[in-house]
């Protein structure tokens, strides 16, 4: 009997955008780890279908309760549960493939240009009516690789595939690769 795919996506994890929203609905500081710990304790799964969780300020909120100890141990179980569900799941998280699924048979790390992502960003927050400017963007992301990087920890098996100069299709087509090729890997030891 084979084994469900987890595949490990090492990105920005909406788990902590969700926190991050609730503690801005609520009016908390956002360093506020008491607060924060409080809300991520009782996380509920549809608190994900706020669409505001994909807005820049959500982004920001998340980098800053995401560095705090008792919120990631709170938010530990609900991922590590996800992600042994019948069937199998794809996660993403910064984190994922070295504390939440280390056991993972496919882990993947994507990055790109600090610029580039910048970009990307700007544009998606544009084509969605936002009044954001790309020099904040970038900023606010040099910020939050800054507050991240206790927590960017490549897993050793993960494949890195740098998106800098790929369009979404190509990002895609290589991680599909690299998930079939780990997979193939993995059906060759059994």
Not at 8 to 29: E, F, I, S, T
Not at 107 to 122: G, H, Q, T
Not at 133 to 161: F, G, K, W
Request: charged share 30%; proline share 4%.
């Amino acid at each position: 009997m084979s084994r469900p795919l987890i595949i490990a996506v090492d990105g920005p994890a909406l788990l902590y955008r969700a926190v991050g929203q609730k503690m801005r609905d609520a009016g908390h500081d956002l360093d506020d780890e008491t607060a924060a710990t409080a809300i991520a304790r009782r996380f509920d799964a549809s608190w994900l279908d706020d669409e505001r969780l994909r807005e820049r300020l959500a982004g920001e909120a998340a980098s800053r309760v995401a560095k705090m100890t008792p919120v990631r141990e709170a938010l530990r179980k609900f991922q590590q549960d996800f992600a042994h569900q019948p069937g199998g799941a794809v996660l993403d998280g910064r984190d994922i493939g070295t504390v939440i699924a280390p056991d993972a048979p496919a882990k993947l790390w994507i990055d790109a240009d600090v610029a580039v992502r910048a970009n990307r960003r700007f544009r998606e927050l544009t084509g969605r009516g936002e009044a954001v400017s790309e020099a904040d963007i970038l900023a606010d992301l040099v910020a939050r690789d800054a507050r991240d990087a206790p927590n960017m920890v490549i897993a050793t098996d993960a494949v890195r595939i740098d998106t800098t100069a790929l369009g979404i299709e190509e990002a895609v087509a290589a991680a599909l690769a690299a998930v079939l090729a780990m997979s193939k890997a993995r059906a060759c030891k059994t």
